[in-house]
């Protein structure tokens, strides 16, 4: 509605007399005007709608539009009369919007509205149709407390952790001595002064990439996490610090928003969330990787202390330099024993030792093998003499003789008088040589016949002589 008019509350949502007669006669143009065409579509340049009617059109749209309960900030407050007009301005985003609003509206507050409060306003769109603007008619309106952004922040905090975003097994670890750190932090802030310098004062080589950005406000969140994001594909980039001063609950609501934390939390590069001072516990405190109670404390805590590091590499170095004295003494104790030892003193003995077990041995050896060799001797002549006892050559020479047939297949030995049969041809081999003979048949046999030849022989001679 125009700041120089009243509205006057019709119970049709505040428009006044004057604008239902400002419809009445556009209704009756628009009579007049029987070729308007009906629908957006089918207008031309020929052929086109009145202004009028658009307008009327897109407020019986907005019409339709339910009311609805919405969260911002009022940076316009002007109160005039029984009328109060405001802008309110999105918590997050640089988009704000006019509203208005009935006395009675902000009489039913408990404490005065003022300019910067945030609150959640129940408004109904309308436009308002002879200046064509926008306007948010507010039908009830409530101040969001310290006690409500507490209980939200709870909420998101409980369900980040449900969801695993806190544990400590996801959190990674600073290195000791970072090459580079990012430092996000506010324009020319007291925080990044006290970053930048308690850490060169313990560290007086270290380096920072600076991102200035929001640190309050609607355009915080996305600042912040556009800076992290840069500095998080940094690859020489080894920590990353995020750093405010003190401030209240609604400065502090950025680091506590899901869009930021999450960028937190799907950083690969560690995070050091340095938000207000110790009783100051935003989100962004669980999600990073480790929390300082003040920027001061962050700068400790990221960089070693140049002078007790130093401190420590003298006493480490202290400690080498007496250990490796201690292992000198011992090696030099430990070789001075093994020089005294008789073999390294006189390792002329050590060769004269093994010399005479070499002659012993060769002396062992010689006779062992000389043994052997008389063993053997002594064994083949046993061999020879058992060979010889059997020999039948040895029986032979002991004066007996082998009989055999002289000739012929039948050449065999005779073993009995059946063999060799009267007028066979018989072989005897003695010691020396070999006798042909023949047999007489058997020995019996000849015996009898040679004693009955000599009877007879005998008494032939007899009669002989007798005669």
Same mark, same amino acid.
């Given at each position: 509605?125009?700041?120089?008019?009243?509205?006057?509350?019709n119970?049709?949502?505040?428009?006044?007399?004057?604008?239902?007669?400002?419809?009445?006669?556009?209704?009756?143009?628009?009579?007049?005007?029987?070729?308007?065409?009906?629908?957006?579509?089918?207008?031309?340049?020929?052929?086109?709608?009145?202004?009028?009617?658009?307008?009327?059109?897109?407020?019986?749209?907005?019409?339709?539009?339910?009311?609805?309960?919405?969260?911002?900030?009022?940076?316009?407050?002007?109160?005039?009369?029984?009328?109060?007009?405001?802008?309110?301005?999105?918590?997050?985003?640089?988009?704000?919007?006019?509203?208005?609003?009935?006395?009675?509206?902000?009489?039913?507050?408990?404490?005065?509205?003022?300019?910067?409060?945030?609150?959640?306003?129940?408004?109904?769109?309308?436009?308002?149709?002879?200046?064509?603007?926008?306007?948010?008619q507010?039908?009830?309106?409530?101040?969001?407390?310290?006690?409500d952004?507490?209980?939200?922040?709870?909420?998101?905090?409980?369900?980040?952790?449900?969801?695993?975003?806190?544990?400590?097994?996801?959190?990674?670890?600073?290195?000791?001595?970072?090459?580079?750190?990012?430092?996000?932090?506010?324009?020319?802030?007291?925080?990044?002064?006290?970053?930048?310098?308690?850490?060169?004062?313990?560290?007086?080589?270290?380096?920072?990439?600076?991102?200035?950005?929001?640190? *309050?406000?609607?355009?915080? $969140?996305?600042?912040? !996490?556009r800076? /992290?994001?840069? =500095?998080?594909? @940094? #690859?020489?980039?080894?920590?990353?610090?995020?750093?405010?001063?003190?401030?209240?609950?609604?400065?502090?609501?950025?680091?506590?928003?899901?869009?930021?934390?999450?960028?937190?939390?799907?950083?690969?590069?560690?995070v050091?969330?340095a938000?207000?001072?110790?009783?100051?516990?935003?989100?962004?405190?669980?999600?990073?990787?480790?929390?300082?109670?003040?920027?001061?404390?962050?700068?400790?805590?990221?960089?070693?202390?140049?002078?007790?590091?130093?401190?420590?590499?003298?006493?480490?170095r202290?400690?080498?330099?007496? *250990?490796?004295?201690?292992? $000198?003494?011992?090696? !030099?104790?430990? /070789?001075?024993? =093994?020089?005294? @030892? #008789?073999?390294?003193?006189?390792?002329?003995?050590?060769?004269?030792a093994?010399?005479?077990?070499?002659?012993?041995?060769?002396?062992?050896?010689?006779?062992?093998?000389?043994?052997?060799?008389?063993?053997?001797?002594?064994?083949?002549?046993?061999?020879?003499?058992?060979?010889?006892?059997?020999?039948?050559?040895?029986?032979?020479?002991?004066?007996?003789?082998?009989?055999?047939?002289?000739?012929?297949?039948?050449?065999a030995?005779?073993?009995?008088?059946?063999?060799?049969?009267?007028?066979?041809?018989?072989?005897?081999?003695?010691?020396?040589?070999?006798?042909?003979?023949?047999?007489?048949?058997?020995?019996?046999?000849?015996?009898?016949?040679t004693?009955?030849?000599?009877?007879?022989?005998?008494?032939?001679?007899?009669?002989?002589?007798?005669?």
């Open positions: 509605m125009p700041e120089s008019a009243e509205p006057v509350d119970g049709l949502g505040g428009y006044g007399a004057a604008e239902e007669v400002g419809e009445t006669a556009a209704d009756a143009a628009d009579g007049a005007r029987a070729s308007v065409p009906e629908r957006a579509a089918e207008t031309t340049p020929d052929n086109p709608w009145p202004l009028a009617l658009l307008s009327r059109k897109l407020k019986e749209h907005i019409d339709r539009s339910p009311q609805v309960w919405i969260e911002g900030q009022v940076i316009e407050l002007n109160r005039r009369g029984s009328n109060a007009f405001l802008t309110l301005r999105d918590i997050e985003d640089e988009i704000s919007l006019s509203a208005s609003a009935w006395g009675q509206v902000l009489d039913r507050l408990k404490e005065p509205l003022e300019r910067g409060s945030r609150v959640v306003a129940l408004v109904k769109p309308e436009m308002w149709l002879k200046t064509g603007r926008l306007n948010m507010v039908r009830n309106i409530r101040p969001v407390g310290l006690g952004l507490l209980a939200r922040i709870e909420r998101l905090r409980h369900s980040l952790g449900a969801e695993g975003l806190f544990a400590e097994a996801r959190k990674k670890r600073l290195p000791l001595l970072p090459h580079s750190i990012g430092l996000i932090t506010g324009r020319d802030s007291d925080a990044k002064k006290d970053v930048l310098r308690n850490a060169a004062l313990r560290w007086p080589a270290v380096h920072f990439e600076i991102r200035e950005v929001a640190v *309050q406000g609607p355009s915080a $969140v996305s600042e912040v !996490t800076a /992290l994001r840069e =500095l998080d594909a @940094r #690859p020489e980039v080894d920590v990353i610090v995020i750093a405010r001063g003190g401030g209240s609950l609604e400065d502090l609501l950025p680091f506590s928003d899901e869009r930021l934390v999450r960028a937190v939390a799907d950083a690969a590069t560690p050091v969330s938000i207000g001072h110790e009783a100051d516990r935003p989100i962004l405190d669980d999600v990073a990787d480790l929390r300082a109670s003040t920027p001061t404390d962050a700068a400790k805590r990221i960089v070693p202390d140049v002078t007790d590091e130093l401190a420590r590499v003298h006493h480490c202290e400690r080498l330099e007496r *250990q490796i004295a201690l292992l $000198v003494g011992r090696e !030099t104790q430990q /070789l001075a024993l =093994l020089r005294s @030892r #008789p073999v390294l003193a006189q390792p002329g003995q050590m060769l004269t093994r010399h005479e077990d070499l002659e012993r041995l060769l002396a062992r050896a010689h006779h062992a093998v000389n043994a052997a060799i008389v063993r053997g001797e002594d064994a083949v002549s046993h061999l020879r003499a058992q060979i010889r006892a059997l020999s039948p050559q040895q029986t032979l020479d002991r004066g007996y003789a082998v009989v055999q047939h002289l000739d012929g297949p039948a050449a030995v005779v073993r009995s008088p059946e063999d060799a049969p009267a007028g066979t041809e018989l072989r005897v081999r003695l010691a020396r040589g070999a006798l042909a003979a023949r047999s007489e048949g058997p020995l019996e046999q000849h015996r009898a016949e004693r009955s030849a000599t009877r007879s022989t005998s008494g032939e001679q007899e009669g002989k002589s007798h005669g």
